[in-house]
């Protein structure tokens, strides 16, 4: 029998299936490991928002070894990594002992990386590369100014960070959380650490221009106040919403100061830009450094580690040991 974390209309609970509930993907695989992301907390505390039919295997990420393959790319025992593509929304997630996956938009563990810190970086460290990626795409370099991180402490803006940090950009990091993790920002390559209290409020709709970029996982007013503090022809990702889904802007600092605002959509990403993410990933991150920020739970652990992701009381990224 294989067992996994399967949502229900009554919430998630961790129960056994057999073979055949697991679906009609080509590649079976044999998963060893997942972690815990905002969406992963949202779906395993019953709340509305990701899992979009039921019942269902939460888990947005997935890390294991083929076992079984009709893909020509994949051969049995290679270890695999998939992040999004629908897991844990309409296909089975991550959360199991044994998964059957459409692999179209998988990759490889890349070189440099164990397939363990690759589960611990997991979609947030996978978002915060295409998030970097398009910033320097988008033509900003470290010579243009500081990179605002917003959501600093999280999974997206710590490994943005860090990302930032290695790339040579100066990162100014804000949070809500300046006395608890000022030092750990510190610690990742934030030289300025910006209370989130300074973005939240109505702002005017232009202000002193600082950033040359920014990395948002927060929305709402911090999200706009970051907009009007971007320098000329900088660039703002928004992939999150973890404060607000509302945008309370205005058109200024695109039409005045030609900002950029561009969107990071890491569940549907082409095959090639995750393969750029996770080659940034191999190389900007020091594997040491984010084993210290991860914590490691079990399957069982899931439940409880979401509500406490979701009420403040987790920083970093969380790895969850599957089997
Ligand atoms: P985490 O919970 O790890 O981090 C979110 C951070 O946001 C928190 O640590 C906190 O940082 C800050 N925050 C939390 N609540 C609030 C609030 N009410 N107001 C302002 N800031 C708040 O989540 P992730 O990093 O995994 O994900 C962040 C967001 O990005 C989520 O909305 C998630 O769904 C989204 N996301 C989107 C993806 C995409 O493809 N578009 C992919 C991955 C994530 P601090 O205390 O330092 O301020």
């Given at each position: 029998m294989?067992?996994?974390?399967?949502?229900?209309?009554?919430?998630?609970?961790?129960?056994?299936?057999?073979?055949?509930?697991?679906?009609?993907?080509?590649?079976?695989?044999?998963?060893?490991?997942?972690?815990?992301?905002y969406?992963?907390?949202?779906?395993?505390?019953?709340?509305?928002?990701?899992?979009?039919?039921?019942?269902?295997?939460a888990?947005?990420?997935?890390?294991?070894?083929?076992?079984?393959?009709?893909?020509?790319?994949?051969?049995p025992?290679?270890?695999?990594?998939?992040?999004?593509?629908?897991?844990?929304?309409?296909?089975?997630?991550?959360?199991?002992?044994?998964?059957?996956?459409?692999?179209?938009?998988?990759?490889?563990?890349?070189?440099?990386?164990?397939?363990?810190?690759?589960?611990?970086?997991?979609?947030?460290?996978?978002t915060?590369?295409?998030?970097?990626?398009?910033?320097?795409?988008?033509?900003?370099?470290?010579?243009?100014?500081?990179v605002?991180?917003?959501?600093?402490?999280?999974?997206?803006?710590?490994?943005?960070?860090?990302?930032?940090?290695?790339a040579?950009?100066?990162?100014?990091?804000?949070?809500?959380?300046?006395?608890?993790?000022?030092?750990?920002?510190?610690?990742?390559?934030?030289?300025?650490?910006?209370?989130?209290?300074?973005?939240?409020?109505?702002?005017?709709?232009?202000?002193?221009?600082?950033?040359?970029?920014?990395?948002?996982?927060?929305?709402?007013?911090?999200?706009?106040?970051?907009?009007?503090?971007?320098?000329?022809?900088?660039?703002?990702?928004?992939?999150?919403?973890?404060?607000?889904?509302?945008?309370?802007?205005?058109?200024?600092?695109?039409?005045?100061?030609?900002?950029?605002?561009?969107?990071?959509?890491s569940?549907?990403?082409?095959?090639?830009?995750?393969?750029?993410?996770?080659?940034?990933?191999?190389?900007?991150?020091?594997?040491?450094?984010?084993?210290?920020?991860?914590?490691?739970?079990?399957?069982?652990?899931?439940?409880a580690?979401?509500?406490?992701?979701?009420?403040?009381?987790?920083?970093?990224?969380?790895?969850?040991?599957?089997?």
């Amino acid at each position: 029998m294989v067992h996994g974390m399967v949502v229900e209309d009554g919430g998630a609970t961790l129960k056994e299936y057999d073979e055949a509930f697991l679906g009609d993907g080509g590649v079976v695989v044999d998963v060893v490991y997942s972690d815990l992301n905002y969406k992963d907390a949202l779906a395993v505390t019953g709340r509305p928002g990701v899992v979009r039919t039921t019942p269902l295997i939460a888990g947005i990420d997935l890390v294991g070894t083929v076992a079984e393959t009709d893909d020509p790319r994949w051969s049995p025992g290679d270890w695999i990594v998939l992040n999004g593509a629908g897991l844990s929304e309409t296909k089975h997630g991550g959360y199991t002992t044994r998964a059957r996956i459409d692999a179209k938009l998988a990759v490889a563990i890349p070189d440099g990386l164990s397939p363990e810190s690759v589960a611990a970086l997991g979609t947030a460290g996978y978002t915060a590369a295409l998030s970097v990626l398009r910033i320097v795409s988008e033509g900003v370099s470290p010579g243009d100014g500081p990179v605002l991180v917003t959501g600093a402490t999280g999974g997206v803006g710590s490994i943005a960070t860090m990302l930032l940090a290695t790339a040579g950009f100066e990162v100014a990091a804000s949070t809500g959380r300046v006395d608890r993790f000022g030092d750990y920002l510190s610690s990742l390559g934030a030289t300025q650490i910006v209370a989130r209290e300074e973005l939240e409020g109505r702002g005017k709709p232009l202000q002193k221009a600082q950033y040359a970029g920014v990395v948002d996982s927060v929305g709402g007013e911090v999200l706009a106040n970051a907009i009007a503090r971007t320098l000329p022809n900088g660039t703002v990702t928004a992939c999150g919403l973890a404060g607000s889904a509302a945008l309370p802007a205005t058109v200024m600092p695109f039409i005045l100061r030609g900002v950029t605002l561009a969107g990071i959509d890491s569940v549907w990403a082409s095959l090639e830009d995750r393969a750029d993410a996770w080659r940034l990933l191999s190389k900007g991150i020091d594997p040491q450094q984010l084993d210290l920020m991860t914590s490691r739970i079990p399957l069982e652990g899931v439940i409880a580690a979401g509500e406490q992701l979701l009420t403040g009381g987790l920083h970093g990224r969380t790895l969850v040991e599957i089997s």
